[in-house]
T-cell receptor, first 114, second 111 residues
Framework: GAGVSQSPRYKVAKRGQDVALRCDPI?????LFWYQQALGQGPEFLTY????????KSGLPSDRFFAERPEGSVSTLKIQRTQQEDSAVYLC????????????FGPGTRLLVL | DAKTTQPTSMDCAEGRAANLPCNHS???????VYWYRQIHSQGPQYIIH???NNETNEMASLIITEDRKSSTLILPHATLRDTAVYYC????????????FGKGTRLHILP
């Protein structure tokens, strides 16, 4: 079956622009996670959804970051007024209750803010 | 902070076994050892996990010491496609919770 997909794969934004990153989880997966990965570092947690409920947003670095999953499937991570320090790979992962230990990751969106 | 310690990088000859060590001296009784890897330009991929017994699947073997303070991931016959960053993680299994990654070990498979 299809894995987790993310779009766009690459995004170049000018400082101050708003961007929206999309994640399509594996069909039927209840849980969805967003991570941010800076160059040379491991992924760092941003936020977590269970169906449409955002249960943990403790990793969002500022109020410029906003995530939603209105129908409990597709999720969008929005970054407002992008800054150069937002340049990173944004990874999405999904998991199901019966295999809660395994998160399946998408390929990521590489964001470059100029 | 990550609860594991791994070497920054390792080399392994193609066709040989790659043995990746991990220290997790503060692991709790209900925490499992998980391994993920991340091939260049891809998202992390689950490899294997275990509690205290050794585990084996089609990708790798996991050897956990009796005191559970360290473990070794074994890729029995490394290929060039195994070149990746390998992350050792400790977390409670069966709980839908974020993964805390460290910096991992960058494994280079040499032809």
């Amino acid at each position: 079956g299809a894995g987790v997909s993310q779009s766009p794969r690459y995004k170049v934004a000018k400082r101050g622009q708003d961007v929206a990153l999309r994640c399509d989880p594996i069909s039927g997966h209840v849980s969805l996670f967003w991570y941010q990965q800076a160059l040379g570092q491991g992924p760092e947690f941003l936020t977590y959804f269970q169906n449409e409920a955002q249960l943990d947003k403790s990793g969002l670095p500022s109020d410029r970051f906003f995530a939603e999953r209105p129908e409990g499937s597709v999720s969008t991570l929005k970054i407002q007024r992008t800054q150069q320090e937002d340049s990173a790979v944004y990874l999405c992962a999904s998991s199901s209750w019966d295999r809660g230990e395994t998160q399946y990751f998408g390929p990521g969106t590489r964001l470059l803010v100029l | 902070d990550a609860k594991t310690t791994q070497p920054t990088s390792m080399d392994c000859a193609e066709g040989r076994a790659a043995n990746l060590p991990c220290n997790h001296s503060t692991i709790s009784g209900n925490e499992y050892v998980y391994w993920y890897r991340q091939i260049h330009s891809q998202g992390p991929q689950y490899i294997i996990h275990g509690l205290k017994n050794n585990e084996t699947n089609e990708m790798a073997s996991l050897i956990i010491t009796e005191d559970r303070k360290s473990s070794t991931l074994i890729l029995p016959h490394a290929t060039l496609r195994d070149t990746a960053v390998y992350y050792c993680i400790v977390r409670v299994a069966g709980r839908d919770d974020k993964i805390i990654f460290g910096k991992g070990t960058r494994l280079h498979i040499l032809p």
